[in-house]
C-alpha cells in the first residue's frame, strides 16, 4: 500500500511502453475499486429490501411520490412541511425502477454509494492521499448504518449533493491551473448542487454557508476575482429553487406549498416543552456517541500516534468546523431525532480518511493502521448486525413483512377505488394496498396526537367526520398499548358500522359491515 500510488505508478511505467497504456491501466484499478465499493454498499444494506417501512417518514415521502406519478402534485393530497426536492427523487425511482418499496431501496443505495464516491475524490483532492481516498470512501457506508441511517430519511439525499458541491467547490477555488471559463464552470455546477441539497432539506444551507465562507472567501487564490464566484454560486443556487417554485405555480399549489412549508413548519418549531428539549438534546449526544465513540477513538489513535507528521495544509480546521455545524444544524430544530446527525458523517469520515493517511505516512506499520479500521469500522457492522438485522431477518423468516401481510389481505377485501384508514399504522400501507386515502393527514400523528395536530391546524373531531362520512372499506388500529385518548375515540366509534376483519400482528384490521348488518 502506498500513500499516493507513485510506487505503483512507477512499476507501470517499467512494465508498460506509453503513457496511454499505464493510464489505462491504473482507470482499471479505480474502476475495479468503485465495482467493490457498489459491492461493499449492497452488502451493508441488503437486510433492509426485506423491510417495507423502517420509519413512517419514508413512507410518507413514497406516498406522496406516488400519488405525484397519478396526477396529483405535491401538498394536494398528502401534507407534508418538506420541499419538493425528496419526493421528486422518490417519484423518479418509482417511474424508472418500478412501483415497489425496493426501488426505494435501490435509489437509497445508489445515494449513498454515490455520496461514498465523491468523498474519495474529495480525500483524494484535500488529503493528496490515495489511502484517504479509500478510507474515506468505505467508512461513509458503515457509519450510515446507525443513527436511523438505515432508512431512507432526507439526510442521506441531500448529503450527497452537498457534499458534491463541496467538491465541485473545491476545484474551483483551488485549482491554479483551472483558466477562468472552467472556474466558473465549476462554481456554477457547485451552486446548483447546494441549491438542489436545499430543494431537500432547507436546513443545509448552514453547511453550505460554511462552505462558501471557508473555500471562496478564506482560502480563494484571487481576492479579486471572489465576487464574481460568489454571484455564479448564486445563480446557480437559486435556479433548483426557482424551477421548483414555477411548477407548483403553474400547478396552482404555490399557497399549499406556501402554507405546508413556512406557516406549518412555524408552528412546528414551537411545539415541545423546555424539559422535552433538553432530555431530547441529552439522548440525541448519547445516541451519537454511542454509535461514533469507536470511529472518534481510532481517530484519536492514529493521530497520536502520527503526531510527528506535518499536514500538508490545515483542513482540520475546516472539518472540525464542519462538525460543529453539523451539531449545529442538528439542533437547530430543537427536535434532535437520530437521523439528523447523519449530517456530521461526512465529516468525521474524513477525519478517519485524514488520521489514516498521516498514520500511513509516518508510521507506515499496516497491520496496526488495518487494526484501527478494523475496529472502527467493524464495530457499527457489529450493532447493526445486533440490533436490526437479527431482528428483521428473524421476524423476516418468521411471519415474513407484517405490512405486506396487511396490505395482501386488505387487497382481497377492496377494490381500487376504496378508501381505507390506517388510524396509527404505518403510511406505507395505503400504498402498498392500492387504497383511496381518505385524507391529506396520512400521517398518523397529525390526527391522534393533540400537539402535532396543531403543526397543520387539523380540526380532529371534523376531520375524523370527514374520514367516516367517506365511508372506508376498512380502518387498521394498531394496539400500542400506549392509550392514546384519540385512538380510543376512533375505535368507539366503528362499533355500530365495522367488525374486526382479522387480526395481523398488532394491527387489527376492521371491515365495513354490509348495510343490513348495521
Known sequence: MTDSGTAANADIAVRTRDGAEERLIVDAKFIGFLIFLLSWVLVLRAP????????????????????????????????????????????????????????????????????????????????????????????????TLGLQGLSSNTELFFIFFNALGLLFLVVSTSNPELDRRKTLLYALAAGLSFGAAVQIKYIV???????????????????????????????????????????????DVLGLFLESNFDANKRYLATGSAQDIWIGFIHSLEDWFKWSWVTVAAIVFLRFRAWRARNAEPILVFLLLWIVVGFAEAGLTLKFYKHYYLVTLPPLCLLLAHASARFHAAVGHRRILIFALAAALGFPVARTIEKSYVPWISAYLEKGDVNVTIARYLKGQISPQDHIYVVNGQPIIYFLAGAQLPTRYVFPPLIISEPISRVANVDYPGEVERILDKAPRAVLIRDDNEGNTRVNEIRARLQRDYAVGTTIADTVVYIRKPRNDR
Open 205 to 251: 444551507a448552514v453547511e453550505i454557508a460554511l462552505f462558501i465562507a471557508y473555500f471562496v472567501l478564506a482560502r480563494y487564490r484571487s481576492v479579486r476575482d471572489a465576487p464574481t464566484v460568489l454571484a455564479i454560486l448564486a445563480i446557480g443556487g437559486a435556479l433548483p429553487s426557482i424551477l421548483a417554485i414555477g411548477y407548483l405555480w403553474a400547478q
Open 48 to 143: 433492509t429490501f426485506l423491510v417495507s417501512a423502517i420509519d413512517w417518514d419514508e413512507g410518507l415521502y413514497v406516498l406522496i411520490a406516488s400519488q405525484w406519478l397519478s396526477g396529483h402534485p405535491p401538498y394536494t393530497t398528502v401534507f407534508e412541511i418538506k420541499p419538493i426536492g425528496i419526493f421528486a427523487i422518490f417519484a423518479a425511482a418509482l417511474g424508472v425502477l418500478g412501483d415497489s418499496i425496493a426501488s426505494i431501496r435501490f435509489i437509497t443505495v445508489a445515494f449513498v454509494y454515490l455520496t461514498s464516491v465523491v468523498l474519495l475524490l474529495l480525500a483524494k483532492r484535500l488529503f493528496r492521499s490515495e489511502v484517504a481516498g479509500v478510507v474515506a470512501a468505505i467508512s461513509f457506508p458503515v457509519l
